[in-house]
């Protein structure tokens, strides 16, 4: 099966993917502990760098980009340094900024996390910081996203990714949207807490978490096919992806049986910040290249068991999903 998988992969890099949603900044600030505070029983750290990373949609996008496809990046950012560093840094990855809209009523989501460490010590996160105030679309904004995404898929695009934390970019008319284009291309959904207000798109791709808020109870494996139907139902997409942390992932299918998927590589990750990102991204250029939904699921799968054994908001190459495809263990 590595063989016609690898196929799927290698195609990536002539698919043209855009991702919408809420980008948020990874900030990272790094110090080297030296004392307690004599104000206060906390650590003082002795500041050595400062990093912005994008995360959230910002994330899926360097995923993608990361795994060979061109990228094109849409959102609403605020007119800020963290929106203009998230800028640069995605261009820097020949991602498309040019629908990137920044505004200066808004702000870009930012969390800030503050990692502390000694010169013989790693580092470790300390205190996170979220500043995520929401704000409603201003009308000019919302056309200028609706516009850029019709125009995208008048023009080749092959796929679009949709990244919904509910922080405000992604409006009911937005939604509406990504159902309509649904029908000519790949579309597929990362949302936090409104999956099922999204109608017959591609696959949806929640966690077991948000899979619980919406259908009312944990997906346990007593109960695991009930929630899986009720998603397909409430959404009408096509198929279903539940990630299920060291469980690996299952996949729900329309006319087809469930499918489980045990995890890739390790079952102890180092870390899971941001592998929804990486999984959707996987799986949607994976599904774009032709491959069938347990295929697309299976890329998916290699890519996250990658990605969870690196530290904070990483991405998957390429070349390490490939060679990931090489190993037939699991």
Do not use: C, W
């Not at 080297?32 to 912005?52: G, H, M, Q, Y």
């Not at 509406?176 to 999204?198: C, E, M, N, P, Y």
Request: charged residues 25%; hydrophobic residues 45%.
């Amino acid at each position: 099966m590595s063989g016609s998988l690898r196929s799927y992969v290698e195609r990536f890099a002539s698919l043209r993917v855009a991702v919408v949603g809420d980008f948020v900044a990874d900030e990272f600030v790094y110090g080297d502990s030296s004392r307690i505070s004599r104000e206060a029983p906390v650590l003082v750290l002795n500041f050595r760098a400062r990093e912005i990373i994008p995360g959230g949609g910002g994330n899926a996008a360097m995923n993608a980009a990361s795994l060979g496809g061109n990228v094109i990046a849409v959102s609403a950012l605020g007119a800020d340094p963290n929106g203009n560093a998230m800028s640069r840094v995605m261009a820097g990855r020949n991602i498309g900024v040019d629908h990137l809209y920044q505004d200066e009523n808004r702000i870009t989501p930012t969390k800030m996390r503050v990692m502390a460490g000694g010169r013989n010590t790693s580092r470790q996160q300390v205190i996170r910081v979220d500043h995520e105030r929401q704000l409603p679309m201003n009308s000019d904004l919302e056309k200028r996203i609706l516009g850029a995404l019709e125009n995208l898929a008048g023009d080749g695009l092959d796929a679009l990714i949709v990244s919904d934390y509910g922080l405000g970019v992604i409006t009911d008319s937005v939604r509406g949207l990504a159902g309509r284009l649904a029908q000519k291309i790949i579309v597929t959904v990362d949302s936090r807490h409104a999956a099922d207000a999204f109608q017959k798109v591609t696959a949806i791709t929640p966690n077991e978490e948000e899979v619980e808020e919406l259908v009312g109870f944990l997906p346990d494996e007593a109960r695991l096919d009930e929630a899986g139907a009720a998603l397909l139902e409430r959404t009408k997409a096509r198929a279903a992806l539940i990630t299920r942390g060291s469980q690996g992932m299952s996949l729900f299918e329309r006319g087809a049986a469930r499918r489980d998927i045990p995890v890739f590589g390790s079952d102890e990750a180092t870390d899971v910040t941001g592998a929804g990102d990486t999984v959707i991204s996987a799986f949607t250029l994976a599904l774009a290249a032709g491959a069938s939904m347990a295929e697309a699921a299976e890329i998916a799968n290699r890519a996250a068991g990658i990605v969870v054994m690196k530290h904070g908001t990483a991405v998957v190459s390429q070349e390490e999903l490939l060679g990931a495809l090489e190993d037939g263990s699991r």
